[in-house]
């Protein structure tokens, strides 16, 4: 388990490579960037650490602290530098900052993607850390990381933000590098999907996740060591004239409950929009062709 530093306040002794960006949701440009870090930590005998605000930057997040901490274990990351996005940190100077950072943490080197922005204002940038490494007197060195680009565009968090409350989930797939998923806990629903044959597990959406735009998805559900193919609607339950939202997922050849159980949905691609039916048996039919069309694209 990755060892989490608090900011300003932990020490880290061993010799480190620190990595600077806000990390909120560990998509393939941050991949490239911590690959070059996890070989530049390797051929300079150091410990890779990573800077990650603990909530975000605020509002909603692609991944959650502890989302984030499971996925940096695969780039040998050591620790976590934990900040917590406050008014006080945002009015921290750039160099009052790396201060702060050089006080508790051995750094040697830092690492950054070109567009890296930091201190007071967000008025430093790449440059000042070039800059700051080139004086000798300050004992670290600075390499940046250039932007990665998919189909032309950059690779940012805004991007699959709106992508995912969009609809457009393959595009949000491809570029975190694997499906956009929220995990929870399997409460008790109104159990009409049993009588329509398919039965559904019902969650609360997380409230600190992305919001999906609402409609009918193809999932992919893990449950401990299973996965299933199915398929899920987020939102209201028009042809019952429900409004408030849920997550219902449909899990093709699951037999059996899971009430109280933590289970992963992932978003594969966005089938139709919500829709009320004249009748329950008209639903049925809808979710039967749903269902194939979410078979056909595995």
């Known amino acids: 388990m990755l060892e989490v530093i608090k900011y300003n306040e932990d020490e880290y002794a061993f010799p480190s490579l620190l990595v600077l960006g806000c990390f909120d949701a560990i998509h393939i440009g941050h991949a490239e960037l911590l690959k070059k870090a996890k070989l530049q930590a390797k051929i300079n005998g150091l410990d890779l650490g990573i800077m990650m605000f603990v909530g975000g930057k605020g509002g909603r997040q692609v991944c959650n602290f502890e989302e984030r901490q499971r996925l940096l274990e695969q780039f040998g990351v050591k620790f976590i530098l934990a900040i917590d996005y406050t008014d006080d940190f945002k009015a921290t100077s750039s160099g009052k ?10 750094i040697k080197a830092y690492m950054s993607g070109r567009d890296f922005r930091f201190g007071y204002g967000a008025k430093a940038k790449s440059s000042t850390l070039k800059t700051y490494s080139e004086d000798e007197e300050n004992g670290v060195w600075y390499m940046s990381v250039k932007d990665v680009t998919y189909v032309g565009e950059k ?5 699959i933000k709106n992508c995912i409350e969009n609809g457009n989930l393959v595009k949000a797939g491809a570029l975190l590098g694997r499906p956009y998923s929220v995990t929870g806990f399997v409460i008790e629903g109104a159990n009409r999907g049993k009588g329509l044959g398919f039965p559904t597990i019902n969650m609360k959406y997380p409230v600190e996740k992305v919001e999906v735009k609402r409609g009918v998805y193809k999932v992919q559900c893990i449950v401990g060591e299973e996965v299933f193919i199915g398929i899920a609607n987020y939102g209201g ?14 899990l093709d050849g699951f037999v059996g409950t899971l009430y109280g159980r933590g289970v992963t949905v992932e978003f594969i691609e966005f089938l139709r929009d919500t829709q009320k039916f004249e009748s329950a048996d008209e639903l049925k039919k809808q979710l039967a062709i749903d269902l194939q069309r979410a078979k056909l694209k595995v």
């Open 97 to 106: 900052f790396l201060e702060n950072i050089e006080s508790k943490i051995n």
């Open 155 to 159: 690779v940012s968090t805004t991007l």
């Open 237 to 250: 339950r028009p042809t019952f004239n429900e409004s408030i939202a849920l997550l219902e997922v449909f």
